[in-house]
Every structure is written in structure tokens, then in C-alpha cells.
């Protein structure tokens, strides 16, 4: 038996499927038996009123038939019952039912059973009130300081305070500023209301104030309702608390203070009349209802919070003193003192799981039986330790996650993608201006191998390209079942793709016998479009402002060999130039030496050298695997096109400042848009009619500045969302000549993958220019740092948008400086300071100033110090040679 689970003592089911909420709950000696023992009134939203009396032989019993004093249908939802002073003449407690338009008032007596079904309860219609107004919930107490008698106070759904002095109806009053409704309680010590506003705020009104005051919206009320005179309802205090409250009790437990206890959201808040904190508790948890006792402790306060976790937790002000599971998660809880039990907890979930619980344990008259005692065989301990080693070692090697019976995937997703563009095609809402933007099917088959359940089949494909249809739901899969679905993929927006990749994904769920819903898993699979998909065969350019010369180890492969869908096959062996004009309206040359084995790709922007660029090495390195050749190579010894790249970098963070301009003026107008509307508002509604100063002009004025400013924002954002994809298309540009010229491995163009593209979407709170910038910082004090002094530096963890790209572009060209001195990118810690690499012409190393001035780029002038004239003190390098710059290749 745990300790720190409640004890059932007494519980029942309420009904079927009936709905029950915060104010269904109550207990007192509703019956005025003068015994002390509270009896439990339950309300419910179906209208049934149900009162208990739980009396079990042992704790743990079924409910008893005798424990139901009364069962009735109301045929009104109930949504709040209390027991006061409610009639007058007379001090006993009577029971207040408060329905949606009704407010009934019962005499509730006990009648003593003759026969062995126990004793039963009566009600009495005393009197009731019909509202005017949708009631939300209600209080009450001795309003104004009367003896003997309590009033009844109710808030409606439109922000009006009812009053009712027993059997008449008092006033009426609205609160200022009003919303939606929140928690109501009374305040006996300082004869006030105290509520929680929409606006977040405890809010506490005096009834003198209330009752004096008046609303101009009463005066279309009733007769009976209108006052002849009064003043403005004013607030007599107010707390900022930040957040919505779900409950408020006032507490006095001795003559000298009351207290205001306030439950939010996320905080548990205590009050002194005033309105200041007298203590607050910051909840790791989300509450749902709580109550205040009395403590044994003088000065402290005992308080129960129940959870959406099933817990009850027991605080004295701020300190947790104890911590109970409960079987469900109540709405209301409250302590009641029964016959045989005092202080016991009595909780109602919204289903009406009634139950009546207490602390603690039982005492367990178990007891653990002897073991007999052996000896220890060493001999077999270290054999099968050696054993579970050997197992655990083996397991280890394989890094698999799942077991060897789950490597074979139970369901698989395969795409096939058409050699062939469409014949009619699918593109829809296509913004690219080129007369006719075609697209390409793409068949993908699921076959499963298990049943599975709820299956789910996502595509994506990188703006901007898209896809006819990007979600498919499925059936359940039967075993050894498949499913096909075909769509269409096209260029959407008006520039050219950095990928050519997509990615399928299903995900679904595998039953088990112990998870009948089912395990969620995923499988996925990716798929590559052809470049026809963006370009098409064009005459070849001469000229161009961007080139690059591509080596290689081999003769030059004809293009009608590695071309077939872009070269004229009656052209021959003879084309050893290829034009490819993109859908968006550039154009890029291609071009093979006759001479040497070099091939040179040239274009007027430097991103459209990408695609084309990555598809010649692609398609080369596939004919020489075709034709078994193992020791083919491609080699990059020309300029990185640094500059330029720069000059995309700074296009798309000027867009980037432009965008936050566009924004800070947005958010200017807005509020000066507002603050005119106010303006209006209190004329229109003023009595006396006054002039409008221009208001009106003033307004249109500010509407037409909004609108283009939003107007501009939004052509702003579709700039940025191309220079982006230009940006992100010169990125891998330059990511694979780095590769190429630095002959990189597979994982260390990962690295640069991860560093150079680390967002697959650009957003004003976390942008491509601050990411890139953190990432190659970390090389450049890592695995690419010259000293140890560099590795003690410290990185910022806050990532911001920088004022510019000066530092950017700076770390950038260190960066590749590195790379050309022998640096090595690794991430292990191991690797952090390395010994430089051979270069020719025997350098040594070169210091540094905040720009690396002796910056070594391909194509770059190169400088080196010679081993002469190394000394200990610093003096300027001497020239050995200059790199010879690689701006003519050979004869075309």
C-alpha cells in the first residue's frame, strides 16, 4: 500500500454521462440535524440534485442504497449550490440552486426512515427568482454587515452583479470594463466583492459603493430596476496577478485578519485585504481546483491544490507538507466532518466520480519471509559476468536502436519518378512568368508487411518547387497490402530551386497486445528531379559575368553521352557546348575543352551555376562508375567566387533590415490608427454632439499608410524569401568547390553542410546571416584554432541579428584562410590544434591580424614567409612567390 496515495474511504458514480463543474459541490448540515455531520450535495449540468450521507461499515465500501438522502430532477442545469441563511424570520440553513435564468431556494428536512432503508431528505420551495440575464456563478454572505441572514449575490454572463436580499430583489449593477466573467467571492470583514477581470486583475468593489452607484446602461432597464440617483461605480483596489484565476476563496479563521486566496493558471496567490501579496507560490504543475483549511500551526494556513496530474497536494502557505495520487481529476474538492471521520477530503471530477478520501496508510501485517542463506559461487558469478559482458559489448558494436527482428521495416514507402515530363501540365497557381511550366508525375507505392493503423503519407519538396497534393490518409493497412498514389511536381515560384530533392514520409501505428491504439513509427524515403524539371535545351552564351572551371583526370566526356535529354543526338560527338535556359528567364553555358580535361560553366548570376554545375559532376562520376573506372577525380583550382557570393549575402540582409523597418512602421500606425479610433468612439458616443476636427480625415489617411505599408511588407517578404533561395543555391556552390579544392571527405562536407546551411527557412527571429555566423565561430576556435588562447574564447549563447555582415564576410574569408594553411574540419575535441599541412613552396605560418591579411585563396595572391628569415621577433613576411592566378583556362 503506498503511502502518498489518498485512501478511498466512500465514493460513487453520479449518473450516466453527466456533466459535472467547480460549483456542483457542497457540504454543511444542510438538514440542520445539530449533529455536526455534513451531508454532501452534489448538482449536475443534467439538472439531477442529489444529497448524501456517507456512513460506511469499513473504509473502501460500496455505496450503500441508504447513503442517497435525495435524488430529484430539477429539469434545469444546475450550476452552483450553496447552503446559508437564505429565508427570512428564521437562522436555519436552506439550500440555494443556481440554474442558467432561475434562482430557487430549498428548506431541505430530514424525515428518520422506519424501515431498514435509512433516513431520507425532503425539499421545499421556499421561493425562487427569475433572472433577466444569463447567470454565470454566484456568492453570498451578510451584505452590509446585516445579523443573522445571508444575501445572495450573482454575476450574469454579460458583466452584471445581481443582488438579493432573501426573498426580494435588491439592484443591479455592472462592472466597469467588463468581458468575460471569472471567480466571484465575499468578503465579510471588509463588506466587499472580489473578482478576477479579463484583464487579469484581482478586483475588489465595496457594497456601499455598489450599492450607491449607478450605470448608464441601466436607464433602459426595468421599472424596477432604475435608481434615481448615484455615481460611477469605482474599484476599491486592484491587483495585476497576469493571469486568468480558476477559483477564489476568502478565509478567516481568527478575529484579527482575512485573507484572499487566488489560484491561477500557474501561480497560487495569497492576499491581505488591501490587495498586497501576502505570499505567492510559482506551480510546476497545471491546478484545477483548491481549497483553504484550517492549520494547527498558528499564523499558517493549510490549503489542498488538486492537479490535471491526479495529485492533491498539501500546502502550509508555501510549503509543501504532503502529496496524495488520486484516482481521477477533480473539478471541486472540498473537507467535510463526518460521524466517524473529521477532516475528511471529498473531491468530484467532471464525469461524477464522487469519492470521500483521507491521508495516509494502513498498517501491513505482512511480513517478508526468511531466505535461507547459501554460499556464493565465485567461480559461476564470473563466468556469467563474463557472459553478459561478451552480450553487452556486441550489442553496443551495432549502435542499433531497434532489434535484429525490427531492421526489416513493416512498412516501406518507395518513389518512382517519371523519366518524362507530363504531357498536359499539372502545375496550379504557378507565379513563374515563363509561358508554360511543366511538371513531372511522381508514382509512390507503400507496402506493409503487418497490419497498420491510421496510415498518414506526407511529400515535401522545397519551395520553391511544390506539389499537386502534399498529404494522403489512408485506410487501415492489412497485411501484405500496398497502396500507389501518383502526383505531379512543378516550380511554383518565380525563382530556381537550390535542390532538387523530395522527401516521402509515412508515419503510422503498429498494435501491440499490451498497446492496443498502437507504437507510432515513420518511414520515409527520398527521391531526386531531373534538371528538366527547371531549365531547357538553349543556344549557348559567349559571354557571361560568372565562370568557373571544373578539373578533371580523365579526356572529356561528349555531351551527347552525358547529356542524351538536353543535346541534339544529330549534333554528334561534336557539341562541346551546351546551353540551359532556366524557367525563370537566365541562362547558363556549359563547355567542354577540346584540349585539355577541363570544363568550364559560365552564367550571368552566380546561383544558376549550382544546378548545373552539381549535374555535371553527377552525371560524370556515374558514366565513369558505368565504365568501372575507380580513380576518377574532379578538382577545383580556380578563384572561390567570394565576392560575389558576399554580395548575395548582403542583398538578402538588406531585405532582412528592410522587413524590421516595414514592421516598426506597421506597429507605428497601428497605434496611431487606434489611438484615432478612441478619439471617434468618444465623440460618437458623446451626448452633446461636437465637431470632428478632421478625425475622420485623419483616419482614412492613416487606413490608406497602413495598407501600403502592409503592401510594401508583404513584397518586401517575397524579395526576401528569393534572395534567399539565390543565397541558398550560391551556399552550396560554394560548399562543393571548397570540397573539391580541399578534396574534402564525405564527413567533412557534412560539416560544411551544417555550418553553411543550418535553416531550412529564414525568419526574423532566427536568420541565416546570425546562425552562420555562430557556426563558423565555433570552427574557427575549434578544430580550425591556431593557439589554445583562441579555444579559451567564449561564444555568445544569445543568437541577435547583427547591425551588419562585416563580421560575417570577415569569418568567412578567415575561414577558407584556414582551410588553404592545412586546417582540418573535424568535431572532435581531439583535432582542436593541428599541425599545418605541406604547402608548396615550404610556408610557414603566417600571423594574423584581424583580417588575416595574408589571406590564400585559389586564384588569390598568395604570400609566404620563407624559413630564412624566421626569427623572434615579428617582422613583416617576405615575398617568395605569387600564386599564379588562374583567369585564362586553355583554349575552349
Keep these: 500500500m503506498s503511502l502518498f ?165 435588491a439592484f443591479g449593477r455592472f462592472l466597469p470594463g467588463f468581458l468575460l466573467p471569472g471567480p466571484l467571492a465575499y468578503s465579510s470583514r471588509t463588506d466587499s466583492f472580489i473578482t478576477v477581470s479579463s484583464c487579469q486583475q484581482v478586483e475588489s468593489y465595496k457594497y456601499q459603493v455598489l450599492a450607491f452607484a449607478t450605470d448608464a446602461d441601466e436607464r433602459h432597464d426595468t421599472e424596477e430596476r432604475k435608481l434615481s440617483s448615484g455615481k460611477r461605480l469605482a474599484v476599491d483596489w486592484v491587483l495585476n496577478i497576469g493571469e486568468q484565476a480558476l477559483d477564489i476563496r476568502v478565509v478567516s479563521f481568527n478575529q484579527g485578519a482575512s485573507s484572499v486566496f487566488v489560484l491561477g493558471e500557474r501561480n497560487f496567490f495569497c492576499l491581505k485585504d488591501n490587495g498586497q501579496i501576502r505570499f ?9 481546483c483548491f481549497i483553504p483549511y484550517c492549520s494547527v500551526r498558528e499564523g499558517t494556513i493549510n490549503t489542498l491544490i488538486a492537479n490535471h496530474n491526479k495529485i492533491l497536494n498539501v500546502y502550509q502557505d508555501i510549503t509543501l507538507k504532503w502529496a496524495s495520487q488520486l484516482p481521477c481529476i477533480p473539478v471541486s474538492v472540498k473537507v467535510a466532518n463526518f460521524q466517524d471521520l473529521k477532516g475528511v477530503i471529498v473531491t468530484l471530477s467532471d464525469d461524477g466520480h464522487l469519492q470521500c478520501s483521507y491521508l495516509g496508510t494502513d498498517p501491513s501485517i505482512f511480513q517478508a519471509p526468511k531466505v535461507d542463506s547459501r554460499e556464493i559461487n565465485y567461480e559461476e558469478m564470473n563466468a556469467e559476468m563474463k557472459e ?134 515513420v518511414s520515409q524515403c527520398s527521391f531526386s528531379l531531373p534538371l528538366k524539371l527547371v531549365c531547357f535545351p538553349a543556344q549557348p552564351s559567349k559571354a557571361a559575368n560568372h565562370k568557373l572551371t571544373i578539373d578533371t583526370n580523365k579526356p572529356p566526356i561528349s555531351f551527347v553521352t552525358i547529356f542524351p535529354d538536353f543535346v541534339d543526338p544529330s549534333e554528334g560527338d561534336q557539341a562541346n557546348a551546351l546551353g540551359f535556359q532556366f524557367l525563370t528567364g537566365s541562362k547558363t553555358t556549359l563547355l567542354a575543352s577540346k584540349t585539355s580535361q577541363r570544363y568550364r560553366i559560365q552564367s550571368d548570376q552566380l546561383e544558376d551555376l549550382w544546378l548545373v554545375t552539381k549535374e555535371l559532376i553527377h552525371r560524370l562520376q556515374e558514366h565513369f562508375k558505368k565504365q568501372n573506372c575507380k580513380d576518377f577525380a574532379c578538382t577545383f583550382s580556380g578563384s572561390i567566387p567570394l565576392q560575389e557570393y558576399f554580395e548575395l549575402i548582403d542583398r538578402h540582409f538588406e531585405l532582412r533590415l528592410n522587413a524590421e523597418k516595414y514592421q516598426e512602421l506597421l506597429s507605428e500606425r497601428a497605434v496611431q490608427f487606434r489611438a484615432i479610433e478612441r478619439r471617434l468612439l468618444t465623440r460618437f458616443k458623446d451626448k452633446t454632439p461636437a465637431p470632428l476636427q478632421h478625425l475622420d480625415t485623419l483616419l482614412e489617411g492613416t487606413f490608406r499608410e497602413v495598407i501600403a505599408l502592409a503592401d510594401a511588407a508583404e513584397e518586401n517578404q517575397a524579395n526576401m ?48 546571416e546570425e546562425t552562420v555566423d555562430a557556426a563558423v565561430s565555433y570552427l574557427l576556435r575549434t578544430c580550425l584554432s591556431k593557439s589554445s588562447k583562441e579555444q579559451a574564447l567564449t561564444l555568445s549563447s544569445q543568437l541577435s541579428m547583427p547591425k551588419d555582415t562585416s563580421r ?85
Design 5 to 169: 496515495k489518498a485512501r478511498d474511504w466512500w465514493s460513487t458514480i453520479l449518473g450516466e454521462k453527466e456533466e459535472f463543474d467547480q460549483g456542483c459541490l457542497c457540504v454543511a448540515d444542510v438538514d440542520n440535524s445539530g449533529s455536526g455531520q455534513d451531508k454532501v450535495i452534489v448538482g449536475s449540468y443534467n439538472g439531477y440534485l442529489r444529497i448524501f450521507n456517507p456512513h460506511p461499515v469499513k473504509p473502501g465500501d460500496e455505496v450503500q442504497p441508504e447513503d442517497l438522502l435525495l435524488e430529484v430532477q430539477l429539469r434545469e442545469p444546475i450550476l452552483q449550490v450553496e447552503v446559508g441563511k437564505f429565508v427570512s424570520g428564521t437562522e436555519g440553513l436552506h439550500l440555494a440552486v443556481l440554474h442558467c435564468r432561475k434562482l430557487c431556494v430549498y428548506a431541505v428536512s430530514g424525515t428518520q426512515g422506519n424501515v431498514e432503508h435509512g433516513n431520507q431528505c425532503q425539499i421545499k420551495l421556499m421561493y425562487e427568482h427569475n433572472l433577466q440575464r444569463t447567470a454565470c456563478n454566484m456568492t453570498y454572505g451578510p451584505f452590509g454587515g446585516v445579523k443573522g441572514r445571508d444575501l445572495i449575490c450573482i454575476q450574469s454572463m454579460d458583466g452584471m452583479l445581481m443582488l438579493f436580499e432573501q426573498e426580494s430583489y
Design 280 to 288: 505567492m507560490k510559482k506551480l510546476d504543475y497545471s491546478p484545477s
Design 388 to 521: 553478459l559482458q561478451k552480450i553487452i559489448r556486441e550489442v553496443t558494436k551495432t549502435q542499433d536502436i531497434l532489434p535484429e527482428s525490427e531492421k526489416q521495416r513493416d512498412v516501406t514507402v518507395t518513389a518512382e519518378v517519371s523519366p518524362d515530363l507530363d504531357e498536359e501540365s499539372q502545375a496550379i497557381d504557378s507565379e513563374v512568368k515563363a509561358g508554360a511550366v511543366p511538371s513531372l508525375t511522381v508514382k509512390i507505392t507503400i507496402q506493409s508487411r503487418v497490419k497498420a493503423q491510421k496510415p498518414c503519407l506526407a511529400v515535401c519538396v522545397q519551395a520553391p518547387l511544390a506539389v499537386t497534393c502534399d498529404q494522403f490518409v489512408f485506410d487501415d493497412f492489412e497485411p501484405d497490402s500496398s497502396e500507389t498514389v501518383v502526383l505531379s511536381v512543378f516550380l511554383k515560384e518565380n525563382c530556381s530551386p537550390p535542390e532538387l530533392e523530395g522527401t516521402c514520409m509515412v508515419s503510422y501505428n503498429i498494435p501491440t497486445e499490451l498497446n492496443p491504439e498502437g507504437i507510432p513509427r
Design 721 to 768: 524569401f528569393q534572395a534567399f533561395a539565390k543565397l541558398k543555391s550560391a551556399t552550396h556552390l560554394v560548399i562543393m568547390l571548397i570540397s573539391l579544392w580541399q578534396k574534402l571527405s564525405t564527413d567533412q562536407v557534412a560539416i560544411l553542410e551544417a555550418t553553411f546551411l543550418p535553416l531550412a527557412e529564414d525568419t526574423q527571429e532566427l536568420g541565416w
Design 808 to 892: 560575417l564576410k570577415k569569418n568567412i574569408t578567415l575561414f577558407c584562410d584556414r582551410l588553404a594553411k592545412g586546417g582540418r574540419l573535424s568535431l572532435s575535441t581531439d583535432s582542436a590544434t593541428q599541425p599545418a599541412a605541406g604547402m608548396p613552396g615550404g610556408c610557414a605560418t603566417i600571423p594574423e591580424s584581424d583580417l588575416e591579411e595574408r589571406t590564400f585563396i585559389p586564384g588569390s595572391t598568395a604570400v609566404f614567409a620563407s624559413h630564412g628569415q624566421s626569427t623572434k621577433q615579428k617582422s613583416k613576411p617576405g615575398l617568395s612567390e605569387d600564386a599564379e592566378e588562374e583567369t585564362k583556362t586553355h583554349e575552349l
